[in-house]
């Protein structure tokens, strides 16, 4: 079987490339990642010359690129994890969004289409159907909740699950969409809510958070988006959407003063700092169908999936201040050796 995963240079598409490299050990994993600042190819060390893994430093919206990866690797199954991310920074530049979101969509599948790939994925995220209020905990979003996209990343999310969803009907491509909650765990870029307050809390500094810090997001251990993943991949119905969250709905500021108690740190670091634009209220996933369908529940429960979560930072602190202080962009030059990686 060989897998093309984009954006494994990212959080998530890292984790997926580590779960199935030891899930499936005689799978051929290749790697398409240009490289953005949330990419660091540093996070791929332990792959990076394993016999069954190529790294090829592309732009998915490149489409001569992509096709000459398609024509000499004749992937079986692309899973699409790229893409910008933060949707902080969507609000301040939405361009970029759009085009690696949703344009970069078109390009991966239009190169399905043209080299038979069996399968195509798409990573969605529960944001595609906006958000819930606060005061109705009996809601949840379910694969039929009306997309209701708030911010510039959530609206290019949910274009290219349209997008997706037409290949599908009109040409017949044989696709899938997972729709996850917020994941945390290892590798997470230190912009996002927990790696963040981590990495602050590590040096006594403020810990920001929006408004009240209210806002409620459901969190899902990244090992556990990974395996639904996987299993999708190999036993989800074509066509159909799969939503994936665990039923762990948390406030920012409890994630924050569990993160400070866990960490020895007092609750004076937080800071409350001005609201995000249009800041999304609650999500609330409703996994019923991937658990019925294929089987699937989170096997981390959050109390462990923070402390390892946390350990594994402070475990790793030569990656994280290669990141805080940008020398990370230069890893890829460094292990540059025109073999392994294109
Ligand atoms: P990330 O920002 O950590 O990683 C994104 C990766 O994509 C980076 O390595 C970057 O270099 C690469 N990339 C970006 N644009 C590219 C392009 N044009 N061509 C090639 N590579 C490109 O993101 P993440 O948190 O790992 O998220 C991965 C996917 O999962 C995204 O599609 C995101 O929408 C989705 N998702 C994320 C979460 C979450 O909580 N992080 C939850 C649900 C869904
Ligand atoms: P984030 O990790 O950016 O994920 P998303 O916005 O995609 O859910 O943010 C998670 C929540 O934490 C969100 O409600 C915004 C809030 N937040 C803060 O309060 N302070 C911060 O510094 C960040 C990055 C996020």
Not at 17 to 24: F, N, Q
Not at 52 to 65: G, L
Not at 228 to 238: E, M, Q, R, Y
Not at 262 to 284: C, N, Q, W
Request: with cysteine; hydrophobic share 35%.
């Amino acid at each position: 079987m060989k897998i093309i995963v984009t954006g494994g240079a990212g959080f998530i598409g890292a984790n997926f490339i580590y779960y199935m490299t030891e899930k499936h050990p005689d799978y051929r994993l290749i790697c398409l990642d240009c490289l953005t600042y949330a990419g660091n190819l540093e996070t791929l060390t332990a792959v990076l010359e394993n016999k069954n893994f190529r790294f090829y430093k592309t732009d998915i919206t490149d489409r001569a690129a992509v096709y000459k990866i398609f024509e000499e690797e004749q992937p079986d199954i692309v899973v699409n994890f790229a893409a910008e991310s933060h949707v902080d920074r969507s609000i301040e530049d939405p361009g970029v969004f759009l085009n690696a979101n949703i344009m970069g969509t078109a390009v991966m599948m239009d190169a399905c289409r043209k080299y038979g790939v069996k399968r195509y994925h798409q990573v969605s995220t529960d944001e595609v159907y906006g958000d819930l209020p606060l005061d109705r905990p009996d809601l949840f979003f379910t694969e039929d909740t009306p997309l209701h996209a708030s911010s510039p990343y959530s609206a290019s999310k949910a274009s290219a699950d349209l997008l997706v969803l037409a290949y599908h009907r009109t040409f017949g491509l044989p696709v899938t969409i997972s729709r996850c909650s917020n994941n945390y765990g290892p590798y997470q870029f230190p912009e996002k809510l927990i790696p963040l307050m981590i990495a602050n809390a590590r040096q006594n500094k403020p810990l920001p958070v929006y408004g009240e810090g209210i806002n409620v997001r459901d969190w899902l251990y990244v090992r556990d988006h990974c395996i639904a993943i996987d299993l999708i991949i190999h036993k989800g119905t074509v066509g159909e959407i799969y939503n994936v969250g665990g039923h762990n709905e948390m406030k920012n500021i409890d994630i924050v003063k569990t993160i400070c108690k866990a960490m020895g740190k007092p609750e004076s670091l937080i800071t409350h700092v001005a609201d995000r634009k249009g800041h999304d209220r609650r999500y609330a996933i409703d996994p019923t169908k991937i658990n019925r369908e294929l089987g699937w529940s989170p096997e981390t429960r959050f109390a462990d999936g923070i402390q390892m979560t946390i350990k594994w930072y402070l475990d790793n602190t030569d990656w994280l201040e290669r990141i805080l202080t940008g020398e990370y962009k230069n890893y890829y030059q460094k292990v540059y050796d025109g073999h392994k990686i294109k």
